[in-house]
C-alpha cells in the first residue's frame, strides 16, 4: 500500500459544533493496531496516532489531518457529532 504524501503544512478548520473523529485499525486478529500512523493537529499540538482511537473535538477547537504513512492495511476513518447540518471555517 502507498503512503499518502505528507503536506508541508496541515488545513485547520474548526466547527460550532463537538465533533469525534474515529481511527480504527483493520486488522482483526489485532484490532488496537491502526496499521498505519496518522498526523492530527488539535489547536497546536501534533499527534502521531498509531492505535484505534476516537478523539473528541470541543467546538470552535482547530483541528485537521495530515500525512498518513506506514500504511499496512485499510483504516477505517470517520467522523461525527451531534449537529444536524455540516458546518466549517477554514483556519
Do not use: W
Not at 459544533?17 to 491502526?34: A, I, K, S, T, W
Not at 496518522?38 to 483541528?63: F, N, S, W
Amino acid at each position: 500500500m502507498k503512503d499518502i504524501p505528507r503536506r508541508p503544512e496541515i488545513n485547520l478548520r474548526r466547527h460550532d459544533f463537538d465533533e469525534y473523529l474515529g481511527f480504527m485499525g483493520g486488522d482483526p486478529d489485532n484490532p488496537m493496531d491502526l496499521g498505519c500512523e496518522v498526523e492530527v493537529q488539535v489547536d497546536d499540538d501534533i499527534m502521531i496516532l498509531r492505535k484505534t482511537c476516537l478523539l473528541y473535538i470541543p467546538a470552535g477547537v482547530k483541528h485537521g489531518i495530515g500525512a498518513v504513512t506506514n500504511l499496512t492495511r485499510p483504516v477505517l476513518c470517520y467522523s461525527g457529532g451531534p449537529n444536524v447540518a455540516y458546518s466549517t471555517t477554514e483556519v
